[in-house]
Nanobody, 114 residues
Framework: QVQLVESGGGLVQPGGSLRLSCAASGIIFSSYVMGWYRQAPGKQRELVARITVGGNTIYAVSVRGRFTISRDNAKNTVYLQMNRLKPEDTAVYYC????????WGQGTQVTVSS
């Protein structure tokens, strides 16, 4: 059974930081491109960042320079370090594994508010 379990979300003030984690099981993690997506109320789900099997990364323009995606294949975990958070970063953040079959996590809420 495949599971992607996100953690690390919460309430943070503007300018603050959070680190999201996504622990995967049931897949050969090192073979999957991993991504973080987010969905704000009333908006479509959008790509935040992706990391390839080889460690190459891409970022949405809105988070470039503030967010960092990384992966630890030994721990079957992908991370999203989010710095200098803004209210517009408020959303549910989802982890995704891209492979022969795509898998999604259940999401974790990030709220940026004073």
């Amino acid at each position: 059974q495949v599971q992607l379990v996100e953690s690390g979300g919460g309430l943070v003030q503007p300018g603050g930081s959070l680190r999201l984690s996504c622990a995967a099981s049931g897949i050969i993690f090192s073979s999957y491109v991993m991504g973080w997506y987010r969905q704000a109320p009333g908006k479509q789900r959008e790509l935040v960042a992706r990391i390839t099997v080889g460690g190459n990364t891409i970022y949405a323009v809105s988070v470039r320079g503030r967010f960092t995606i990384s992966r630890d294949n030994a721990k079957n975990t992908v991370y999203l370090q989010m710095n200098r958070l803004k209210p517009e970063d408020t959303a549910v953040y989802y982890c995704k594994a891209d492979g022969p079959i795509d898998y999604w996590g259940q999401g974790t809420q990030v709220t940026v508010s004073s």
